[in-house]
């Protein structure tokens, strides 16, 4: 179980989180949806120490850090028990697919080439892209160089991946790739917290829904509870401009 509680980020004078407190069990895809500029992705990157917040906790089964109080050696070991994929990919342009996936494993874990790259071969087989082992990223895709970043995000063995609007720099034609990759490691059974805006994909895929607003949550429940029976004014209202259709009571 990882337990996030009472994270609060700001901006100057600008409060982007504030108090944000939840708890994701193994194997959970806690998918986290809202406005553009509520702090979906803020939270994320506060998660994963990206951004500094100045208060809150989160707790592993065996770990817990204090993002308002820590130490150097904490942060390290924060971060090897998540990883994350960006809007953007963030491949290493001069190294190979392989490359992007093993060499990490090297340098943060300490494995042998030999390992590595076996580890590599591995992660990149799942998301389809064992053919393309020695392309450099120019030469691929946007669809195919964010499923080589997922590779490298599993190949960590992360306790949990982090997600931040993975089909967001993608083209229309190819976000379908990925989603189906993501569907992929979350029959797995891989502890996941995605932020997407594409509703269909999050009702499908999550087992928990987070709607947020202005840097609060909102509502919270699983996928069924909130786009079929959402409770708040404000998340039917959000779900409804998306396009969800819901039941004739909570049309608004």
């Known amino acids: 179980m990882i337990h996030i509680q009472n994270l609060k980020k700001s901006f100057q004078q600008n409060t982007v989180l ?6 994701v069990e193994k194997g959970d895809v806690v998918a986290i949806i809202g406005p553009s500029g509520t702090g979906k992705s803020t939270l994320l990157r506060c998660i994963n120490l990206l951004e500094s917040p100045e208060e809150g906790t989160i707790s592993f089964d065996d770990f817990s850090f204090d993002y308002g109080k820590h130490e150097k050696k904490e942060i390290s ?31 943060v874990q300490k494995k042998s080439r030999e390992e590595a790259e076996s580890i590599a071969r591995e ?48 083209d229309p034609e190819l976000v379908g790739e990925v989603l189906t990759t993501i569907r992929q490691i979350a029959a797995e ?13 999050v009702r499908s895929v999550a087992t928990k829904v987070i709607f947020m607003e202005g840097g609060k949550i909102v509502e919270q429940g699983t996928a069924e509870q909130i786009f079929e029976y959402p409770q708040n004014e404000r998340t039917r209202a959000f779900l409804l401009r998306n396009n969800i259709t819901l039941p004739q009571e909570y049309n608004i």
């Open 18 to 23: 504030d108090g944000i407190d939840f708890t």
């Open 77 to 107: 070991a924060l971060r090897k028990r998540s990883t994350m994929v960006f809007q953007s990919f963030n491949l290493f342009q001069r190294k190979t697919v392989l490359q992007n996936v093993a060499q990490p494993l090297m340098w």
């Open 123 to 170: 992660q990149l087989g799942k998301v389809k892209m064992l053919d393309r082992l020695q392309y450099y990223p120019k030469h691929l895709s946007g669809g195919q160089q964010q499923r080589v970043a997922i590779a490298r995000g599993l190949a960590m063995e992360p306790e949990l991946l982090l997600l931040d609007e993975p089909t967001s720099a993608l």
């Open 189 to 201: 059974g891989n502890t996941m917290i995605i932020v997407s805006h594409e509703m269909a994909f």
